[in-house]
């Protein structure tokens, strides 16, 4: 697929058939996560791949009741996969924390590969990390940053709306509308 058509056409998926995937194609979205940039390559990420009905279980009471995504989480993707950061293997600049950003660069891979395989994903952030960490065994120094379902969608969500390049794009300097 083509890359634009990718970042075009992704969405994010809360409605998942029940069919499993197959082991080589998990494997193919998780190498494009590894892949991804990050602070001086120090690649602070790891990923808990989720498949036991129990455990996705037990995760997705980590998730408060009204995220649309719970019932992914909980019962219908047959994968979950987690995203979890070590602070201390990445940087802080200024007070910017860095893990952040190299954590979401590589769920960002991982969401576009799948969605080039047919896959759907949605980033879940709005959980309590506490209780993730203790359903996965997540050591202290990690954050868990991230959820995010995989599986074959169920639904094809039309887009969401995105600002107008005029927006958000300045020429030169801050305030100085953007021109093509
Ligand atoms: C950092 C982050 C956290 C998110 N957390 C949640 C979440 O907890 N639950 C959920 O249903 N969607 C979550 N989303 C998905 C956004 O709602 C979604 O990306 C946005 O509405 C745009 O829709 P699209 O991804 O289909 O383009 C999250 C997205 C990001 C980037």
Redesign the pocket.
């Known amino acids: 697929m083509d890359l634009y058509q990718a970042l075009q056409g992704?969405?994010?998926i809360?409605k998942y058939k029940p069919d499993p995937i197959p082991a080589d194609l998990l494997e193919k979205v998780l190498d494009a996560a590894r892949m991804a940039p990050s602070w001086k390559n120090l690649q602070c990420w790891k990923f808990i791949v989720v498949q036991d009905p129990a455990r996705k279980e037990q995760l997705a009471e980590s998730l408060p009741a009204a995220?649309?995504?719970l019932k992914a989480v909980r019962e219908q993707a047959p994968v979950v996969i987690a995203l979890c950061a070590d602070p201390q293997q990445s940087g802080i600049q200024d007070g910017k924390e860095y893990y952040l950003l190299d954590a979401?660069l590589a769920m960002l891979q991982l969401m576009l590969a799948a969605y080039a395989e047919g896959l759907g994903t949605?980033?879940?952030?709005?959980?309590d990390e506490a209780k993730a960490r203790a359903v996965l065994q997540v050591p202290d120094r990690y954050r868990v940053v991230?959820l995010t379902p995989l599986g074959v969608p169920e639904h094809a969500?039309s887009?969401?709306p995105r600002q107008e390049l005029e927006e958000i794009v300045y020429m030169e300097e801050w305030g100085r509308p953007y021109k093509k």
């Open positions: 992704r969405r994010s809360r995220n649309p995504a979401g949605c980033w879940v952030c709005w959980f991230g969500p887009p969401r």
